[in-house]
C-alpha cells in the first residue's frame, strides 16, 4: 500500500492519517527521516521544528512513526478481511515488508523494525531499500 506519510498530531487514540489529512490541517510529515540523524534532510524540513511540533504533542518520532504504522496495519488488515474473510485471515501467516532509504544507518532500521512491532505487526517483517523496492516490484 503506498500512502503519504503524514499525520495529525492532536488526536491521540483515532489519528488521522495519509491521504486523511489535508495540507492545512496541524500534521507533521515526513517524520521517518528523523530516524537518522545523520542523513541531511530536504531544505523544507528542520530538526528543531519537528523536535518542538512532537515535544508540543508529547510524542516522540518513534512514538509517531509506530502510531503511523498502526494506522497502515489495521487499514490493510481491515481491507483483507474484507475482500478474504476472516477464517482466511485467522489461518493465514503473515509476513511484512517496510521499505526504508538506502542510506540509512542500523539505528535507524532497528528503530522502525521496534515501531513496526509497536504498531501490532507480528511475524516476519523484512526490511528493504526504497530503491531496491522500486526495481522489484
Request: aromatic content about 10%; hydrophobic content about 40%.
Amino acid at each position: 500500500m503506498r500512502a503519504p506519510t503524514r499525520q495529525e498530531l492532536k488526536a491521540r487514540k483515532d489519528i488521522r492519517w495519509g491521504y486523511e489529512v489535508q495540507d492545512a490541517e496541524d500534521k507533521i510529515s515526513y517524520v521517518k527521516l528523523f530516524l537518522d540523524l545523520g542523513q541531511k534532510l530536504p531544505p523544507w524540513l528542520s530538526h528543531r521544528n519537528m523536535a518542538a511540533e512532537l515535544q508540543l504533542n508529547g510524542r516522540t518520532v518513534e512514538a509517531a512513526i509506530a502510531d503511523f504504522l498502526k494506522k497502515i496495519h489495521e487499514y490493510t488488515i481491515k481491507d483483507l478481511t474484507l475482500r478474504w474473510g476472516e477464517a482466511f485471515m485467522r489461518t493465514t501467516k503473515r509476513e511484512y515488508v517496510l521499505t526504508v532509504p538506502a542510506m540509512w544507518s542500523d539505528k535507524a532500521k532497528n528503530s522502525t523494525l521496534q515501531a513496526a512491532k509497536q504498531a501490532g505487526m507480528t511475524g516476519k517483517i523484512r526490511m528493504i531499500s526504497e530503491v531496491r523496492f522500486r526495481h522489484i516490484f
